[in-house]
Structure formats: structure tokens, C-alpha cells
């Protein structure tokens, strides 16, 4: 029997696997991947995009009659913003403006930049930048931190998990998104920025593509170009000088998106009307 659907961004597979695992793959082994996904989606009838970017990708591996749909990953309702609530674990500083980092530490979030963009800053006492997460390149981010000597202003934490960092969120007044000037993370929208626009804090993105204008059309944060760790500076000092009221319409603006894209419930509803014209246009049987 067919497969009635898969969540997939396969389409982008190779550039993946080239881009991301940096490995030197020969030019068959590279036609026979796409193959593979070829036949894949050809055992679909419908396959669902993580976001907008992936489907013209999609489609050069499908047919016509192939239903392709925008799903994207929703934010748990675990990251709205919970008032009260603070980790231990970060110093509490009234007079500081905090900009924090969740996630993975890894090569394609560019914290060479945002390290940069700390540096930049480093004459402002009263912008700090927490980091909360692990990943690969977090050993070198802690290295890095010593050596350029900004122990105080950089503060990294580690890992905790999920349900902790609503509380962690509580000590921030933005939150930073990035990723590399690479043009596959161009077409993606990082896990991340549901959770941050569901927590009702402003974003700021450095960052290219799908995600960058996501920020930027719902005037959920501020955002600058990938890699422009000049930019970073500019855009985090904009809003620490911003008042709590433009920083709080900036939050507000992020939670509207977040429902009216990004909702569980909405996108579950909306998943559940498809697989139904699936099931009636292949005549299925139970």
C-alpha cells in the first residue's frame, strides 16, 4: 500500500550531507541518494514541508500529482511566558539587559560572530549574553570566552532540560537566533524561533532567508545579515535603548505569530483535513 504521507525535507538531503557533515561524497554515490529519495516520495501521497523554501525542492523530485503542504514544527505551550518563574542558576542583575542563547552550540550556529558581536559591546557593562544549551563547539565557546576576557559579560550555563527553560527565558530581554551564511540553512526555520516567539520575549536573528523574514515581517525583534557580527551589536544595542513597552509590543507581535502559524492545535486540525482527502481521493479502507 502507498504511504499516505511523509514529514520530510529530503529534497535538500544531498546539500545536507555535503554542506552540514562536510563529507566528500563521489558524484554517483551523490545521483544514487536521489535516486532513493526519488522512489520515496514516489510511495507518498502526501509529503509535508518543514517550510515554504523546501518545496520548489521538493517538487524537482515529484511529479504533478504529488500534494505537497507547508507543515512546520509547532511551539510546545510550555514556552509562553511564565511570570514568576527564575532560574537559580543565572544571577540576577535588574540593570542588565540579557540576551540569551538556547540550544545547540554547534559549528552552524556561527558563535565566532556572536562572540564578535560581544567583543563589539564590550564597552557597554550592561549588556550581558547568556548561553544555555551544549553542543560540539561548546568547549571552544568556553575557551574563547577566557581568552578574549569577556568572562563578564559572557555566562554559559550548559544544558537543562526543556522544562526548565521557561524559567531560564525569565532572565532574558531578547533572544538570539543564528546561523551560518550557508544557503541551505537560508530555506529552513530554526526549531528554535517557534519557542522563542511563543515565549513573548523580542527575537534577534542573525540569520538569512525564511527565518530572517519571519522576524522581520512580524516585527517580532530585530534582525541583521548571517555572519554580520557588527550588525549583532547594532541591532542588541538598539534594544537594550529601546523602552520595555516597544520591547513588550515586540513580544506581543511574536505570540501572534506563533498562534495564528505555528499552533499545535491548529496544525494538527489542519494535518487532519488533508490526511482525510487522502484517504478519500485513494479510497482506502479501514
Request: aromatic content about 10%.
Amino acid at each position: 500500500m502507498t504511504s499516505a504521507f511523509r514529514k520530510d525535507s529530503s529534497g535538500l538531503f544531498l546539500s545536507k550531507i555535503i554542506l552540514v557533515s562536510k563529507l566528500d561524497l563521489a558524484g554517483f554515490l551523490i545521483q544514487l541518494i536521489g535516486w532513493l529519495i526519488k522512489f520515496i516520495y514516489s510511495r507518498c501521497d502526501l509529503i509535508l514541508a518543514q517550510s515554504k523554501s523546501f518545496i520548489p525542492k521538493i517538487k524537482k523530485y515529484t511529479d504533478d500529482s504529488k500534494q505537497i503542504e507547508y507543515f512546520p514544527s509547532w511551539a510546545e505551550r510550555i514556552f509562553e511566558r511564565q511570570q514568576n518563574v527564575w532560574a537559580e542558576e543565572v544571577p540576577k542583575n535588574s540593570q542588565s539587559f540579557s540576551v540569551m542563547f538556547a540550544g545547540n552550540i554547534g559549528d552552524a550556529q556561527d558563535f565566532p560572530a556572536v562572540l564578535d558581536a560581544a567583543e563589539n559591546l564590550r564597552a557597554h557593562t550592561n549588556i550581558r549574553w547568556l548561553i544555555v544549551g551544549d553542543g560540539r563547539n561548546a568547549k571552544w565557546v568556553d575557551e574563547q570566552i577566557t581568552r578574549r576576557r569577556l568572562d563578564g559579560c559572557v555566562l554559559m550555563f550548559g544544558r537543562y532540560p526543556v522544562e526548565r527553560m521557561p524559567s531560564f527565558f525569565s532572565h532574558a530581554d531578547a533572544l538570539l537566533v543564528s546561523l551560518k551564511d550557508e544557503h541551505i540553512f537560508t530555506m529552513t526555520i530554526p526549531g528554535k524561533l517557534q519557542s522563542y516567539l511563543a515565549a513573548g520575549i523580542p527575537v534577534v536573528a542573525m540569520l538569512n532567508g525564511e527565518g530572517a523574514a519571519l522576524v522581520k515581517n512580524s516585527n517580532s525583534g530585530l534582525v541583521c545579515n548571517a555572519g554580520d557580527s557588527a550588525g549583532l551589536a547594532d541591532a542588541v544595542l538598539k534594544l537594550s535603548k529601546m523602552s520595555k513597552e516597544e520591547r513588550s509590543a515586540m513580544g506581543r507581535n511574536g505570540q501572534e505569530v506563533s498562534t495564528k502559524e505555528f499552533d499545535r492545535s491548529m496544525l494538527i486540525d489542519r494535518l487532519e483535513g488533508w490526511l482525510a482527502e487522502v484517504i478519500s481521493s485513494r479510497n482506502y479502507k479501514s
